[in-house]
Structures are given as C-alpha cells and as structure tokens.
C-alpha cells in the first residue's frame, strides 16, 4: 500500500476543491492530482549562457516525471552568474543570491506542499542554493547538474572564461592588447553551460555527487550532451521512487556525507568558495557537521589525484571521460565514509561496486597523486582568529612563507588605482578589506579583480594579498589569504591594520599573524569605529541585517 502523500487532501475538502479547480484550468485530469506532485526547480535565465538551455532540460523532464507516474510543476527561482551580476550594488548581489534561491524554493515548494523535487542545477550560487532548500525542507530531492560549456580557441589557443577574466585586468593594467581581449570574449564560450574550468560551479557539481545527492556518474557532464539526457530521464523515475520510499535529504546529509565531499574537493583541487556553501548546506539541513575543521584536519591526509584547470592543465572534458567523480570516489574509497546512503536508495560502497577509472594519469591512484601537499590549506593566527583560507595549487613555491610590510586599501577599486600609480611594489602585503558577508555585504567588491591585476601587473609572485573577501572559483594565482574572519566590519583584527605594520603569512606552520603588539592593537581597538553601513533598502539591507557568521556557513539567521 502506497504511503499518504503529503499533497493529497481529503475529497471534497476545501483545499482539494480548490485546488482541483485550478488544476483542471491547467489541463491536469482530476485522477492525476491524487499521484505525486513534484518540482521541476528551475533556475533558467536569458541573461547568462549557464542557465540558457535549463528549458529544454526541463521539457524532457516533465516527460519522464509523468512516464514514471508523477505530476510534474515547474518553479522558478533567481539565477545568478557572477559574471552578469557582478555590477549592480558592488557585488552584493553575487553571494546574497544564493540564499534567495534557497527562500525562493522554499516558498514555492511549501506552500502547495509539493511531495518532491528536483533541482536542475548550473552556475555556482544555485547549487548551494538549491542543497540549501533540500536541507531546509527535507522532502525527497534529486540533484541534477546541468552541465558545462563548450570553450573555444583564439589565434591557436585554447581560451575560456578564465582567460577572459584575467585577460581584463591585464588589459587594464597594459599588459594585454585590447584587440586581443576583444577577440578571446568573442570566442571564450560555444555554448550554453557553466564555466569549463573546475571553478564554484563544477567543484559544487562533483559535491552533489560525492554528497549522495545526485545520480552516480552524473557530474561533471557536457551541457546538453546524450549523457545529460540520459540523466534527466533516470533521474525522472527515481525521484518518483524516492518519494514512495520516503527517502530525504537528511537521511543522506550526514556528518560522513560532508566529509566525503571534503576529500573529494581537496582530491581535486575545487573552489575555495565550497567550503562555506557545504558549511552553509550543513546548517540548513541541521547537520551537526563543521565542514571548515573537515578542510582543515583532512588536508595533510588527501592528495590532489587530478588538476582540471586552474590548478592544472587538464581540461574538463577529460575528467568527465576519466571518469569524473565516481572515478575520484573509487580512488578515494578507503578514506571515505563508505556506509553513507545516497539518493539511489543504496550506499556508497554499493554504487562503486565494479567502477573502474579509464585514464590513470588524469585522476591518479593514491600512491602516485598529481601532488602531496593540500591545494587548499586553513590559516589561524592573531590576524585570522577563525581562518583564512588559501589556495596554494599544486606547483611548488620558492617559499612558503611570506613577511612583508601591509598596504591597506578599503576596496578593490582603491588598490587598483594604487597599483596603476606604482604604489603597491615587491614585497608588499596588499589588504583589502570591507568585503565580508556584513561588509560587502554578500563578500561583494571585487577581490579577484586584485589579484589579476596584480598578476597582470608582473607582481603577482612578489607580493601577499589578505582579504576578508571571498575570490571567484577561477582564481588560483599568487599567495592570497582570502575570507579572512572576523571580517574588518564587525571589528576583525583585520580592521585595526595600518599601513607599514609587518605581516607574516606561512604555510607550513598554517598561520597568519601580525607584528604588532597587544598593548598597540588595544590603542587602535578602542578608536576603532564600524564603517557606516552600504545598502538601506530592498534586498541587501534585509541580507546585510540578518546573515550569519562565515563558520556557519552566512546562511540567514532570525534577525537579532
């Protein structure tokens, strides 16, 4: 006997009448509002090529939700690209997203009391997002991530977005022609999908899976490739079965689930940015799991077992035939929280039974990794008393360690203009501050713009960057601490440097500290004001008044 659902309601009821009457209106026959009702979570937009094809992706899915029995109802949320959204308010609007994704599904999901969902998955904030609403909602949910674009060439070379967006700033700073900025934007992206590299998005991809959370083999995948096809339509029947089974995010979003895409992600080298989404995804779904400490102790024990650009050279075509991410969860399979249950209703020892990897030298055994050392590393210190994170890659450095004067700028714009007038020089550590979830707010301003630019600039080895910004899933150049917390708003000792005081930032001992003294740093604490607050209306204002703390994961909090 099938379990009650949960949007059924009695016969006659007021809440079926209506409701009946509203869905005949719609063409829907009256015995199919007794089977399950599912949500087609679809962040699709004309602004950005991430989201451009999720229409079609949803068409095929309505079919296989109705050929498996269910009732397919498609919902819109917000579809941020940081790369569209990136102008209007600073920023502010890149990360906040994120969590309006989240309140978007929430309201169009719960308020019909809808029996499952399945969440087409892009660009980077929808991901976390839509985890988020799962976690939060905790009714059957399905994962599917919707794939990557197809790159393009220029004069010879491969070229993508992230050639784009250093290319900017080199262009700005003189040392790339305009000509040929020009001509690598026209050819960076042939198609619709995420940006190619293993930045936010790809990283979160290959989370979802290593999370449980979609289908085996599912990511990364070609935009609008037969494999993603095949996937949406798998994925109709299951999510089906997931509801009569009753199987829910929770039961899936353990504390061994968030610690298997942990070493995932650092097994790869992924974005810096899925260390507070996870975190933020664990809080939603009241999960007693502290993803930073996860980063923080499994980064000496997990090697990198494939470099996909930026951290490396391979692309991301090549993971996906390697492979992907079942094939880096084999290699990782005795490290890995093994009896965690996944969507398929199975765990995750039972769905890399008889997976093989096809190219060893683009995900590599445990025995013979791409690099030893963490390409994601955790700082503490008396100017990062809850962390800094930094992406160290997988080349070796001269040094790991790197102490040098502090210049100090209140944005991105500000230190920009100071390294086109020749003020930031070798051997400088450039602080930017003012860019936190409260600051920015939503790590609005701009962070990655400096560290292109001082890589256009010719410095990017030859100088340390801090900020309590958060950098584009793209970046991985020169040594920046980034997110460093308590950001400089809430009164972070990031807010009390100055310029000329010497700061020390080193990876082995993982600390990063400032030469001052307590009894000074006391001085300027109590002369220390809170800058006057960005942003009194409308979206912002409502984000910067309630997000949480980094550690938490900045999700939105009761309002204090």
Not at 97 to 123: I, K, Y
Not at 219 to 237: E, K, L
Not at 244 to 263: E, M, Q, S, Y
Not at 407 to 419: H, P, Q, R
Request: glycine share 10%; with cysteine.
């Amino acid at each position: 006997m099938p379990r009650k659902l949960r949007s059924n309601f009695p016969r006659g009821s007021y809440l079926w009448a209506v409701r009946n009457a509203q869905w005949r209106a719609l063409g829907i026959p009256e015995e199919d509002c007794e089977k399950p009702k599912i949500a087609i979570v679809n962040s699709s937009s004309g602004l950005a090529a991430c989201f451009a094809h999720l229409d079609g992706i949803a068409a095929e899915l309505k079919q296989a939700l109705r050929a498996a029995g269910a009732v397919p109802f498609e919902i819109r949320t917000s579809a941020p690209s940081d790369f569209i959204f990136a102008p209007g308010g600073k920023g502010a609007y890149i990360l906040s997203s994120r969590d309006l994704v989240t309140n978007d599904v929430e309201v169009a999901v719960e308020g019909p009391q809808l029996d499952g969902m399945v969440c087409l998955t892009s660009c980077d904030k929808t991901v976390p997002g839509q985890l988020m609403a799962a976690g939060r909602l905790n009714i059957p949910t399905l994962m599917i991530a919707c794939g990557y674009q197809p790159s393009g060439e220029y004069r010879g070379k491969h070229v993508d977005i992230e050639e784009v967006f250093v290319g900017a700033m080199h262009a700005q700073m003189g040392y790339l022609p305009l000509e040929d900025l020009i001509g690598m934007s026209r050819e960076a992206i042939r198609g619709p999908g995420v940006c190619s590299g293993m930045g936010t998005a790809n990283t979160m991809h290959v989370a979802c899976e290593a999370l449980g959370m979609a289908l085996p083999g599912s990511t990364p995948i070609a935009a609008n490739s037969p494999q993603m096809f095949d996937v949406v339509r798998r994925a109709g029947a299951r999510i089906v079965q997931m509801v009569w089974d009753d199987l829910k995010p929770r039961d899936i979003l353990t504390p061994g689930a968030f610690a298997n895409a942990v070493r995932t992600i650092l097994s790869i080298g992924g974005s810096i940015n899925s260390i507070k989404h996870l975190q933020a995804i664990a809080t939603e779904a009241r999960c007693d799991a502290d993803v930073y400490s996860m980063f923080e102790r499994f980064a000496a024990e997990v090697p990198v077992l494939s470099a996909v650009r930026p951290i490396g050279e391979r692309f991301i075509e090549e993971f996906e035939a390697a492979g992907g991410c079942r094939a880096i969860l084999k290699r990782l399979q005795p490290m890995l929280d093994t009896a965690a249950m996944t969507i398929t209703g199975r765990t995750l020892a039972e769905n890399l039974e008889g997976v093989s990897v096809a190219d060893a030298d683009v995900i590599r055994p445990l025995d013979n990794p791409i690099a030893s050392r963490p390409a994601i590393v955790l700082l503490r210190g008396n100017l990062a008393p809850g962390f800094g994170i930094v992406k160290t890659g997988i080349l070796e450095r001269k040094s790991t360690r790197f102490t040098g004067p502090a210049i100090c700028f209140s944005s991105s714009d500000d230190a920009i203009t100071a390294l086109r007038q020749g003020d930031i020089r070798p051997g400088h550590v450039v602080v930017t501050r003012g860019a936190g979830v409260c600051g920015g707010p939503g790590m609005g301003g701009g962070s990655s713009k400096v560290v292109f630019a001082l890589d256009g600039a010719g410095l990017g080895e030859q100088v340390a960057m801090l900020t309590d910004g958060h950098l584009s899933g793209l970046v991985c150049k020169g040594l920046v601490v980034a997110e460093v917390s308590p950001e400089a708003s809430s009164g972070g000792p990031l807010a009390l440097v100055e310029d000329g005081d010497r700061i020390t930032i080193d990876l082995e001992t993982r600390r990063c500290d400032l030469d001052v003294s307590e009894k000074e740093l006391e001085r300027r604490r109590a002369r220390w004001t809170p800058p006057v607050a960005q942003f009194d209306s409308g979206w912002l204002q409502i984000y910067r008044r309630n997000v949480g703390p980094l550690s938490q994961g900045a999700v939105l909090v009761e309002p204090k």
